[in-house]
């Protein structure tokens, strides 16, 4: 459905220099699909989608929706952003503060140049769509009376009237607050599914992308670092950004000691010990590395198998207690079910213990 | 029971006065009785003055004999239409030019941007006097060098422009106003969230229904105010209709008002009954655009928190529209200070050529230098604003604290009173004041004291501006955090507030000072023979005698330490927004 081929967009910074926004992005979406860009600020994610939308012409490279060329370089093709046949959602929801409810999911019937639209099917089509977004009945009130999760279904409801090929969502959720955001989060998911439709969104939070996506390309510096599915990005990381940005992690930095091919299990030597890790990245005998395991992959129990800790701090976080345990200099942050029987109180003892399929090891990129 | 009540009731009244007796409301009380002094007494006089019988005793007996006399000695419908006519042509001009160089300052990447911003500055403040006599300068029939320059060339026998016309008269006030439009509009430029257009675009509308149906819909409010704002301060203007409008016979409200106090005797009732059909005018003007700017209010909408202007890039078109602008300045700001710097330079009208280069002489510095006149203008001048400015800097600040932060509940009334003004013409403001004083027992009637009187009163609307959006942009934890800490008011006073609003407010000094020193319009109604302001003296110069040159040196002489000025506000707003 959109095909993107090694895709580059510089921007001019202060002075002469060039910013390298996006650097060689390649991405491929399935009819249907949910493809997220997910990154730091300044990682190129919000570029690529202007990019696919036609708001910015790329340097170089590809973009094909529903096999049809937006933009080839190498032709010098470009077609205009109203040619594309997308929808767009955008961060700030862009609401015409000058129209009501009705005008502004109206606008994209109404100024479309592949067929006009009668009064009849413009009030009918407005209506799906507000009542898709539940928001059936506020067709009269002005856009600026809307709350900002109304506001934000309603610029979801002038994105979707036109019966795009193709919906961008550029943070859509960062406005609204947390409650809110969840909710929506499912709703979205639900309309996405249901109508079937394809879509590229952009976001900073992990926790969306998780939830929402059927695949996730991971940003950085322009470019993309691991594409893959909400749970292979979560449990296979390859580099130590994703499985920092994704989730949340500890790393044990050290060498190491009996290397293995990619995926398979070798040996690496911290401070805190020799552990059995799976490896991610194929490192030498020797170098330096990083072993990356995430709070709840850790076994905690007060006596047995491990390595010895210390517990410094404890959190209840309701369903789980998240530890803080000292391993000899270095403090690793250990989720566990809150279950009373496992309780372990701060100043205890532990033991605590490395699956070794959960224990990834990845080239150190901070010493590097 | 009812002797229970009163003793009841007793402590309470008594905790009440002692209430009223706190510093706080006594500064308030202190604040809105000097305000509404300066406000009313000077309307009140213009209400006075015209309902009354002018004698040379002073105001008479009641009368409207003053209305019937203004309106049909000044044929007031010639002198509607005139008015009419010049004040929404400027504006319409004023518009389109300053509509442009907001644009492209705001919206667009053309290189030079901040250049622009300052010669909007700059052209904003120099003296109006100065460039309508450059203008004359420039396209009198007689005298205009770029006229002789284009007889010659092409060998008319007539002068292709006459600045004495109703169309010289729009050109020359609007060359002088459009950086005022300029700034206006920017911030609505600015705050016009360009994903709003982009949202258009996706939706697949053409740039015509972008611009049609998104872009004007949304600027409208701000495209209302600013035109409205425009016409008043075109109603208001005085100097281009007192140097070109007088000799063309094209007169309009204020210097028919200026010529009815300057005739001898002078009749004072017939200028405040024109006065306040005109007050009228701008009153509603006024409300207009108070209603219209509070409507541009209601359309904020949500802006996200990654939300940053993105300019429109003009690709290759951004050198041509670079140097359409600057030839604009070039010509709107370029050629009067030019013509004005080659006078300075020459006693009698010479256009610019090369073969006159070694006539040149210093001798109308020497002369404007040695003038003791000039010189006691410039005393008074520099008194008057430095005072202005500082009065008005230290009431609005206090005003607009109080409004602010102490004593919320009547901060309205604070805010109202030290807009009114705005809504004054300043010649009105002058003859009012003039009024007032002439009839009340208070001696400063031809002392400088009643110019900074009417000075203050006018500059009160700027100052409360600068003031109170320095105060709203300081988060009022920013002094709690220093109360918690425990300093005294005093100490949060000094120690946090005046630190962090010293750029704000001295800007707003600087700004004050500017407008006071170029003033004319209210001054020819009261200065005195030693009490002439730089913008008095040099409009007798012009008209009384005394060499071009002579009169040109005194313009450059005034223009060098404003553009100094302007160079140090600039500085100043750039450190004010780099802390935002």
Redesign the interface.
Same mark, same amino acid.
């Given at each position: 459905m959109l095909r993107i081929e090694h895709l580059f967009k510089e921007f001019a910074a202060v002075g002469n220099a060039k910013v390298a926004a996006v650097q060689d992005v390649s991405l491929n979406v399935p009819e249907g699909k949910l493809l997220t860009l997910l990154g730091p600020s300044g990682c190129g994610k919000t570029t690529t989608l202007r990019c696919i939308a036609g708001l910015e012409r790329p340097d170089q490279g590809r973009i094909e929706i529903g096999g049809r060329t937006m933009f080839d370089a190498a032709h010098g093709v470009f077609v205009p952003p109203a040619e594309r046949g997308i929808g767009m959602v955008f961060q700030s929801y862009a609401i015409w503060p000058h129209m009501s409810v009705f005008e502004n999911v109206a606008f994209p019937l109404r100024v479309s140049r592949t067929r006009r639209f009668n009064s009849s099917e413009i009030v009918a089509k407005v209506k799906r769509a507000l009542e898709t977004v539940r928001l059936g009945g506020y067709e009269n009130r002005r856009a600026t009376q809307l709350s900002g999760g109304q506001q934000q279904r309603l610029a979801l409801a002038r994105g979707l009237v036109g019966e795009p090929r193709l919906l961008l969502l550029d943070e859509p959720l960062s406005n609204l607050d947390a409650k809110l955001r969840e909710q929506m989060r499912f709703e979205l998911k639900h309309l996405q599914t249901t109508l079937g439709l394809t879509a590229v969104y952009v976001t900073h939070d992990q926790s969306e992308a998780l939830a929402l996506s059927d695949e996730i390309a991971v940003f950085n510096q322009g470019r993309i670092v691991q594409l893959g599915s909400p749970l292979d990005i979560y449990r296979h990381p390859n580099s130590e950004f994703v499985a920092d940005f994704v989730g949340s992690t500890n790393f044990l930095r050290g060498s190491v000691r009996a290397t293995a091919p990619i995926g398979a299990v070798g040996q690496v030597e911290t401070a805190q010990g020799t552990f059995a890790c799976t490896f991610a990245a194929a490192l030498a005998e020797g170098a330096k590395t990083v072993v990356s395991i995430r709070p709840e992959d850790i076994g905690i129990a007060a006596d047995g198998e491990g390595v010895r800790g210390t517990i410094t701090a404890k959190v209840f976080l309701g369903e789980v207690i998240d530890y803080l345990v000292s391993l000899s200099g270095q403090e690793v942050r250990v989720r566990h079910r809150a279950r009373r029987e496992y309780d372990h109180a701060v100043g205890a003892t532990v033991m605590l213990t490395l699956p070794s399929d959960k224990a990834l090891a990845m080239v150190d990129e901070k010493s590097a | 029971m009812a002797v229970a009540d009163t003793v009841e009731h007793r402590p309470e009244l008594l905790s009440r006065l002692a209430a009223l007796l706190r510093p706080w409301p006594l500064l308030l009380i202190a604040c809105t009785v000097a305000a509404a002094w300066l406000v009313f007494v000077p309307v009140a006089a213009l209400f006075y003055t015209a309902f009354t019988e002018d004698t040379p005793f002073g105001p008479g007996a009641f009368t409207l004999a003053n209305f019937v006399r203004a309106y049909v000695d000044n044929h007031i419908l010639r002198l509607l239409w005139n008015s009419v006519v010049f004040a929404l042509g400027t504006g319409v001009v004023t518009f389109l030019l300053g509509g442009i160089v907001a644009w492209v300052v705001e919206r667009t990447d053309a290189p030079g941007r901040g250049m622009f911003h300052t010669l909007a500055l700059l052209s904003f403040a120099l003296p109006g006097l100065l460039t309508t006599m450059a203008w004359m300068l420039i396209l009198s029939p007689n005298i205009g060098w770029v006229n002789t320059e284009l007889k010659n060339l092409f060998g008319f026998t007539q002068a292709p422009f006459n600045i004495y016309t109703m169309t010289g008269m729009i050109w020359a006030l609007s060359s002088h106003y459009f950086p005022l439009a300029y700034l206006l509009m920017g911030p609505a430029f600015r705050v016009l969230?360009i %994903?709003?257009e982009? +949202? +258009? *675009?996706?939706?697949? +509308? %053409?740039t015509w229904?972008v611009a049609t %149906?998104?872009t004007l819909?949304?600027l %409208?409010p701000a495209i209302l105010s600013t035109m409205l704002l425009l016409f008043v301060r075109g109603l208001e203007s005085f100097e281009v209709p007192r140097l070109i409008g007088m000799p063309a016979r094209i007169n309009v409200f204020t210097t028919e008002i200026q010529s009815a106090t300057h005739e001898v005797p002078p009749h004072l009732g017939v200028a405040a009954s024109l006065g306040m059909t005109l007050l009228v005018i701008c009153v509603v003007g006024v409300y207009l655009y108070r209603r219209a700017t509070a409507n541009a209010e +209601?359309?904020?909408? *949500?802006?996200?928190?990654?939300?940053a202007p993105t300019p429109q890039r003009l690709g290759a078109w951004r050198w041509p529209v670079s140097i359409l602008t600057m030839l604009m300045f070039i010509v709107t700001l370029g050629l009067p200070l030019f013509t004005l710097a080659w006078q300075s330079l020459f006693r009698n009208a010479t256009p610019p050529s090369l073969s006159v280069l070694g006539n040149m002489t210093v001798d109308a510095y020497r002369y404007v230098l040695g003038y003791p006149v000039f010189l006691n203008a410039v005393k008074n001048s520099v008194f008057l604003g430095a005072m202005a400015a500082t009065f008005v800097i230290a009431i609005t600040f206090i005003m607009a604290w109080l409004a602010q932060r102490t004593m919320k509940r009547y901060g309205w009334v604070l805010d109202s009173l030290t807009f009114m003004p705005i809504a004054v013409p300043s010649v009105i403001m002058g003859a009012s004041v003039l009024f007032a004083y002439l009839v009340l027992p208070i001696p400063v009637y031809n002392t400088i004291w009643i110019l900074l009187i009417a000075y203050v009163t006018m500059y009160l609307p700027y100052g409360m501006r600068f003031t109170s959006g320095g105060i709203v942009q300081i988060h009022r934890e920013l002094e709690e955090v220093a109360e918690v800490s425990g300093a005294s008011s005093p100490q949060i006073f000094g120690r946090v507030l005046l630190p962090l609003l010293a750029p704000v407010l001295l800007a707003g000094w600087l700004y004050v000072f500017v407008l006071a020193v170029r003033e004319l319009s209210a001054s020819i109604f009261l200065a005195g023979p030693g009490t002439h302001v730089l913008g008095t003296i040099s409009l007798t110069m012009w008209e009384e005698g005394g060499s071009y040159g002579a009169v040109c040196a005194m313009g450059i002489v005034q223009i060098v330490p404003l553009v100094f000025i302007v160079i140090i506000m600039r500085r100043l707003e750039e450190r004010v927004s780099a802390r935002r």
């Amino acid at each position: 459905m959109l095909r993107i081929e090694h895709l580059f967009k510089e921007f001019a910074a202060v002075g002469n220099a060039k910013v390298a926004a996006v650097q060689d992005v390649s991405l491929n979406v399935p009819e249907g699909k949910l493809l997220t860009l997910l990154g730091p600020s300044g990682c190129g994610k919000t570029t690529t989608l202007r990019c696919i939308a036609g708001l910015e012409r790329p340097d170089q490279g590809r973009i094909e929706i529903g096999g049809r060329t937006m933009f080839d370089a190498a032709h010098g093709v470009f077609v205009p952003p109203a040619e594309r046949g997308i929808g767009m959602v955008f961060q700030s929801y862009a609401i015409w503060p000058h129209m009501s409810v009705f005008e502004n999911v109206a606008f994209p019937l109404r100024v479309s140049r592949t067929r006009r639209f009668n009064s009849s099917e413009i009030v009918a089509k407005v209506k799906r769509a507000l009542e898709t977004v539940r928001l059936g009945g506020y067709e009269n009130r002005r856009a600026t009376q809307l709350s900002g999760g109304q506001q934000q279904r309603l610029a979801l409801a002038r994105g979707l009237v036109g019966e795009p090929r193709l919906l961008l969502l550029d943070e859509p959720l960062s406005n609204l607050d947390a409650k809110l955001r969840e909710q929506m989060r499912f709703e979205l998911k639900h309309l996405q599914t249901t109508l079937g439709l394809t879509a590229v969104y952009v976001t900073h939070d992990q926790s969306e992308a998780l939830a929402l996506s059927d695949e996730i390309a991971v940003f950085n510096q322009g470019r993309i670092v691991q594409l893959g599915s909400p749970l292979d990005i979560y449990r296979h990381p390859n580099s130590e950004f994703v499985a920092d940005f994704v989730g949340s992690t500890n790393f044990l930095r050290g060498s190491v000691r009996a290397t293995a091919p990619i995926g398979a299990v070798g040996q690496v030597e911290t401070a805190q010990g020799t552990f059995a890790c799976t490896f991610a990245a194929a490192l030498a005998e020797g170098a330096k590395t990083v072993v990356s395991i995430r709070p709840e992959d850790i076994g905690i129990a007060a006596d047995g198998e491990g390595v010895r800790g210390t517990i410094t701090a404890k959190v209840f976080l309701g369903e789980v207690i998240d530890y803080l345990v000292s391993l000899s200099g270095q403090e690793v942050r250990v989720r566990h079910r809150a279950r009373r029987e496992y309780d372990h109180a701060v100043g205890a003892t532990v033991m605590l213990t490395l699956p070794s399929d959960k224990a990834l090891a990845m080239v150190d990129e901070k010493s590097a | 029971m009812a002797v229970a009540d009163t003793v009841e009731h007793r402590p309470e009244l008594l905790s009440r006065l002692a209430a009223l007796l706190r510093p706080w409301p006594l500064l308030l009380i202190a604040c809105t009785v000097a305000a509404a002094w300066l406000v009313f007494v000077p309307v009140a006089a213009l209400f006075y003055t015209a309902f009354t019988e002018d004698t040379p005793f002073g105001p008479g007996a009641f009368t409207l004999a003053n209305f019937v006399r203004a309106y049909v000695d000044n044929h007031i419908l010639r002198l509607l239409w005139n008015s009419v006519v010049f004040a929404l042509g400027t504006g319409v001009v004023t518009f389109l030019l300053g509509g442009i160089v907001a644009w492209v300052v705001e919206r667009t990447d053309a290189p030079g941007r901040g250049m622009f911003h300052t010669l909007a500055l700059l052209s904003f403040a120099l003296p109006g006097l100065l460039t309508t006599m450059a203008w004359m300068l420039i396209l009198s029939p007689n005298i205009g060098w770029v006229n002789t320059e284009l007889k010659n060339l092409f060998g008319f026998t007539q002068a292709p422009f006459n600045i004495y016309t109703m169309t010289g008269m729009i050109w020359a006030l609007s060359s002088h106003y459009f950086p005022l439009a300029y700034l206006l509009m920017g911030p609505a430029f600015r705050v016009l969230d360009i %994903r709003m257009e982009e +949202a +258009a *675009v996706i939706s697949g +509308a %053409r740039t015509w229904q972008v611009a049609t %149906r998104v872009t004007l819909p949304l600027l %409208r409010p701000a495209i209302l105010s600013t035109m409205l704002l425009l016409f008043v301060r075109g109603l208001e203007s005085f100097e281009v209709p007192r140097l070109i409008g007088m000799p063309a016979r094209i007169n309009v409200f204020t210097t028919e008002i200026q010529s009815a106090t300057h005739e001898v005797p002078p009749h004072l009732g017939v200028a405040a009954s024109l006065g306040m059909t005109l007050l009228v005018i701008c009153v509603v003007g006024v409300y207009l655009y108070r209603r219209a700017t509070a409507n541009a209010e +209601a359309f904020a909408t *949500v802006t996200g928190k990654g939300y940053a202007p993105t300019p429109q890039r003009l690709g290759a078109w951004r050198w041509p529209v670079s140097i359409l602008t600057m030839l604009m300045f070039i010509v709107t700001l370029g050629l009067p200070l030019f013509t004005l710097a080659w006078q300075s330079l020459f006693r009698n009208a010479t256009p610019p050529s090369l073969s006159v280069l070694g006539n040149m002489t210093v001798d109308a510095y020497r002369y404007v230098l040695g003038y003791p006149v000039f010189l006691n203008a410039v005393k008074n001048s520099v008194f008057l604003g430095a005072m202005a400015a500082t009065f008005v800097i230290a009431i609005t600040f206090i005003m607009a604290w109080l409004a602010q932060r102490t004593m919320k509940r009547y901060g309205w009334v604070l805010d109202s009173l030290t807009f009114m003004p705005i809504a004054v013409p300043s010649v009105i403001m002058g003859a009012s004041v003039l009024f007032a004083y002439l009839v009340l027992p208070i001696p400063v009637y031809n002392t400088i004291w009643i110019l900074l009187i009417a000075y203050v009163t006018m500059y009160l609307p700027y100052g409360m501006r600068f003031t109170s959006g320095g105060i709203v942009q300081i988060h009022r934890e920013l002094e709690e955090v220093a109360e918690v800490s425990g300093a005294s008011s005093p100490q949060i006073f000094g120690r946090v507030l005046l630190p962090l609003l010293a750029p704000v407010l001295l800007a707003g000094w600087l700004y004050v000072f500017v407008l006071a020193v170029r003033e004319l319009s209210a001054s020819i109604f009261l200065a005195g023979p030693g009490t002439h302001v730089l913008g008095t003296i040099s409009l007798t110069m012009w008209e009384e005698g005394g060499s071009y040159g002579a009169v040109c040196a005194m313009g450059i002489v005034q223009i060098v330490p404003l553009v100094f000025i302007v160079i140090i506000m600039r500085r100043l707003e750039e450190r004010v927004s780099a802390r935002r």
